[in-house]
């Protein structure tokens, strides 16, 4: 990971998944060195019930590891979308978070997006399935934005950081394995069906399979 600036307050966006939860250990582990004043706020935008589950057991997980930062709160909301109104969950997930954020004055977000580990040939196989989600892995395998600011519709501007994206999900999975901390790999849930329970078939599900032998 980048070293991180430092800011008065963070908000790291929890997916319930693999990456999100190395993501806020290592934010964890190096504020606990260098910024322990720092806000720690999280946000989860959740579809199904079992992801909003496996984000809070995360956020209890490290917080519960990394005692003495300056923990604050997890935010969660139903992120069904109009897709009329916004051509693309990301959209709608930038104004949901920036209410919560402007309410709280927070400027940045730290976000968990690494690269796949999946060759184009096993991208392929979802495509039909997944075509959005397969191309923008395709893209995240060439093209790192590290930081992006955003100005959603209503104005709480906000810069998103992603700061483990020149990590690939096989090395998310070594962090998380030297740090005993396994049960990040365990009790995620990164399936794009969102539920306990694999599909088997989405891009997350095959590589899950290839890096850790099970889904
Ligand atoms: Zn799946």
Redesign the pocket.
Known sequence: MHKLDSFDRVLVSLSGGIDSAALLYMVAKQYTITHRTTEIYAITGYGKPDTLEAAKFVWGYVKNKFGRLNWKTHFDYDNYYDKSYYSHRGKADHEHRSIFMEEHNIKDVLHGRVKTTLTEEQLKQCETQYPQAVSKLLLNSHVIETKKTYMPQNRWEYTIHRPISNYTKSMVVDYIKEHNANELLTKTIS???QKKE?????P??LEKMDLLGHY
């Open positions: 399936c794009y069906k694999a599909c088997k078939q989405c997350s599900c």
